[in-house]
């Protein structure tokens, strides 16, 4: 396929290497803790004003990296969600590759709404290799259609999620078994050392794919149970830094000279939980029967987890604007989402339109919300405090809604197709806007469902284009209960900057 002029045009075929860490805040990277990525950065240009999506968790962010879209076009609304398109309606854990391999052909290949990396590469003969700690879930959604192309998928301790076979038995015979998924409240160190190993010592030399994934599962998990600046979640980050280190080592050898062009990315920050609260409390004060999954006597399912998902068994306006009514009198309610009325509002009275953090997809819930969150300082010094609704203590690392740390992600790249060497760029860009550079440099075709833009201001040939960004700003109002929305557009692409709530 012909290049356009201007384009970047390598001597050799370019492959691509895209590091994730996560849950990593980009503001706890430094010279002490992160070494290695201070190296990168160094090599590189670091994205300043890089963000994630709404809902800030896991399996919608990571669908948003592969497909380069947000959850209105790709599907993945939220870890968890209900699925009405049965009856009777299913609840959903995303975090179960069997369970999503079984959704993906029950649905004629559609558990997606939007193609995939993985697919698109397949499409133009090229692969995609997958290298994840994360949950079996969370790895599969990184490619769910590995195993129908012949390409590489491993996790790092579920076998269940690993493809091919054989594959997988030669990096065990070359660098020992799956290991053991570790206690929650110890981090993960082994899992990470084994999937570079991987990566290092069978996939790039014998395989050596297009594009490889390298997910390391932490700080994310330590980040949950100790607290997001303490010791056992630095020690994590550390380690981490230390296996990347091993992978910038090789970069710098021979991944370079390669053509190999990297990325090194979270999929978003946390916060920490300050106040604990049980909104299926609150609800059943005001009279509703709620659940966290559909049953008969259930008229409002609460899917659990860090952003409020609220599924009615019949969604009417009216229904609807009761359920609105009576978080957003509760001090723990922060922005609030339901289907749009008009180009701002939803339908409830003091919501804004799930459209304007492009959430409007037919899995989307009734009412969207976000637990309210504040810069209130963390005993680790950090900023970013909220509410939350869990079994765990107060101190501990959060994410989901939609403060500026939690919505704020790392984003470095390096290699011969970028320019500005040791620079930073501070135009706003997010995960969506991954896989459509990686699809430019290699001349393929973004499918339309992609919303994200290519980063043509990091590319070679060095220039600054000239690009317009603009501030946007929406509110909602309910009685003494306000809330704001603020996004930046560039040209075209619209990336959530936060939502804040007060009463």
Request: glycine letters at 10%; aromatic letters at 8%; one cysteine or more.
């Amino acid at each position: 396929m012909p290049r356009s002029s201007g384009t970047f045009m390598p001597e050799q075929e370019s492959r691509f290497l895209i590091v994730s860490f996560d849950g990593l805040r980009p503001d706890i990277v430094g010279p002490m803790l992160t070494p290695n990525l201070c190296r990168m950065k160094a090599a590189g240009v670091t994205l300043s004003s890089h963000r994630t999506v709404y809902p800030s968790e896991t399996r919608s962010a990571f669908p948003s990296l592969v497909t380069g879209a947000t959850t209105n076009r790709h599907g993945m609304v939220g870890n968890k969600y209900v699925d009405r398109s049965l009856t009777p309606p299913r609840y959903i854990d995303t975090s179960d590759a069997i369970l999503l391999r079984r959704l993906d052909l029950e649905s004629g290949g559609h558990l997606y709404s939007a193609p995939s990396l993985g697919e698109i590469l397949a499409a133009s003969r090229r692969s995609l290799a997958v290298l994840a700690t994360n949950t079996p879930g969370t790895t599969r959604l990184f490619h769910h259609k590995a195993e129908d192309f012949g390409h590489v998928r491993l996790s790092g301790h579920f076998r269940e999620a690993c493809t091919p076979d054989g594959v997988l038995a030669e990096i065990e015979t070359c660098i020992g078994a799956l290991t053991p998924v570790p206690p929650k409240k110890e981090p993960d160190r082994i899992g990470q050392d084994w999937i570079t190993s991987a990566f290092l010592d069978v996939v790039w030399p014998k395989y050596r794919p297009d594009v490889t994934i390298l997910s390391y599962g932490e700080p994310d998990v330590t980040s949950h149970f100790h607290g997001t600046g303490a010791e056992a979640t630095r020690s994590i980050i550390a380690h981490c830094d230390q296996q990347f280190g091993r992978v910038f080592d090789w970069w710098e050898a021979e991944g370079r000279q390669a053509g190999v062009q990297i990325f090194a990315i979270s999929d978003h920050g946390h916060i920490t939980g300050h106040t604990r609260v049980a909104v299926t409390d609150s609800l059943r004060a005001a009279g509703f029967s709620p659940g966290v999954a559909p049953a008969p006597d259930v008229d409002v399912v609460v899917v659990p987890g860090q952003v409020g998902a609220l599924y009615l068994a019949d969604p009417d306006e009216a229904k609807v604007a009761r359920l609105v009514a009576t978080i957003t009198s509760e001090p723990w309610c922060g922005p609030v989402f339901t289907r749009a009325k008009d180009e701002v509002n939803g339908i409830a009275p003091g919501s804004l339109s799930n459209r304007l953090v492009f959430a409007d997809h037919v899995r989307a819930p009734d009412i969207a919300f976000s637990f309210r969150a504040d810069n209130s300082i963390d005993p680790f010094d950090l900023v970013g405090g909220t509410f939350y609704d869990n079994d765990r203590r107060a101190g501990l690392g959060l994410h989901g809604g939609l403060h500026p740390k939690e919505l704020g992600a790392l984003g470095i790249v390096a290699g011969s197709a970028f320019a500005n060497i040791g620079s930073a760029s501070s135009l706003p860009s997010g995960i969506c806007d991954v896989t459509p550079t990686i699809l430019h440099l290699l001349g393929i075709d973004a499918p339309p469902t992609m919303g994200g833009r290519v980063l043509h201001e990091l590319l070679q040939p060095a220039s600054r284009p000239k690009i317009r960004c603009r501030d946007e700003i929406f509110a909602a109002r309910l009685g003494s209960y306000k809330q704001v929305l603020r996004r930046v557009a560039v040209g075209n692409t619209r990336y959530v900057e936060s939502g804040t709530a007060d009463s």
